[in-house]
Nanobody, 115 residues
Framework: QVQLVDSGGGLVQPGGSLRLSCAASGNIFSINVMGWYRQAPGKQRAMVAMISSGGSTNYADSMKGRFTISRDNAKNTVYLQMNSLKPEDTAVYYC?????????WGQGTQVTVSS
C-alpha cells in the first residue's frame, strides 16, 4: 500500500508564490512517476506537472516558466514551486504517484489566489 500526504496550500495574492510538498510512504518502488494535478470548481482534474524517478519532467503548457517540479528520491517527496500565481490557478492540488501501472492520490491541498 502507498500513502501520499500533500501540503503547502493556502491563500496567496496574485503574483505571489507557494511551494507544495508531497511525501509518499509505504511500498514505494525505485522506478515511478510522481506529479501534481489540480481541480478547479466545475472543472475536471488536470495534469500540472510530472517528474520521473530519473528526473525527466513534463509540464502543462500554462504552467511552463511559472511552476517547477522537483523531487527528493531519498525522501520519496515531490515538490511544486509555484511562482507568479494567477487567480485562475485557484484549485485543489493533488499529488499523484504511478508505479507498476497503479496510481495513488494524495488528499489534496487548497490553493487560493486572490487579492
Amino acid at each position: 500500500q502507498v500513502q501520499l500526504v500533500d501540503s503547502g496550500g493556502g491563500l496567496v495574492q496574485p503574483g505571489g508564490s507557494l511551494r507544495l510538498s508531497c511525501a509518499a510512504s509505504g511500498n514505494i518502488f525505485s522506478i515511478n512517476v510522481m506529479g501534481w494535478y489540480r481541480q478547479a470548481p466545475g472543472k475536471q482534474r488536470a495534469m500540472v506537472a510530472m517528474i520521473s524517478s530519473g528526473g525527466s519532467t513534463n509540464y502543462a503548457d500554462s504552467m511552463k516558466g511559472r511552476f517547477t517540479i522537483s523531487r527528493d528520491n531519498a525522501k520519496n517527496t515531490v515538490y511544486l514551486q509555484m511562482n507568479s500565481l494567477k487567480p485562475e490557478d485557484t484549485a485543489v492540488y493533488y499529488c499523484n504517484l504511478v508505479q507498476k501501472s497503479n496510481a495513488y492520490w494524495g488528499q489534496g491541498t487548497q490553493v487560493t489566489v486572490s487579492s
